[in-house]
């Protein structure tokens, strides 16, 4: 028997194995390697969880890598903005780190768990 044989019809070439011919399938390669965080991996976390298809889709064609880098971007542009933006309306400032650095602390970290709330519930688990 052959090694690799090609079926015209189907446009694919088959391998053999053992007593049966495997199709030689690869996925399509990502056009660049981007950075995935914390927010990515948490978002991964849940598609792989709550929507197998839509994840089964992405890694099959080959859009999981990307898809899960605009994440991370969109997802930490926001925190960032909203922790900026909440710091400044709560008062928390450098003055207030220098002057007390247990409430500047305290408050900084309420304000981080908020803004990681809103994040997870705006981008990370839809």
């Known amino acids: 028997m052959e090694k690799y044989i090609y079926n015209e019809k189907k446009g694919l070439w088959y391998e053999l194995q053992g007593d049966y011919y495997i199709p ?46 605009d994440v991370e971007e969109q997802a930490q542009e926001l925190f960032d903005r909203l922790m900026k933006q909440r710091a400044e309306r709560e008062g928390i400032t450098e003055k207030l780190k220098a002057d007390n650095q247990m409430e500047w602390v305290g408050k900084m970290n309420a304000l981080w768990s908020a803004v990681t709330e809103t994040v997870d519930a705006e981008i990370i688990f839809v």
């Not at 030689?24 to 709550?50: D, F, S, T």
Request: hydrophobic share 35%.
């Open 24 to 69: 030689c399938l690869e996925l399509p390669a990502e056009k660049e390697e981007r950075r995935i965080g914390v927010w990515g991996q948490r978002h991964l976390w849940y598609i792989r969880q709550y929507k197998k298809v839509f994840y089964t889709n992405l890694l099959t064609s080959g859009k999981l890598q990307s898809y899960l880098a």
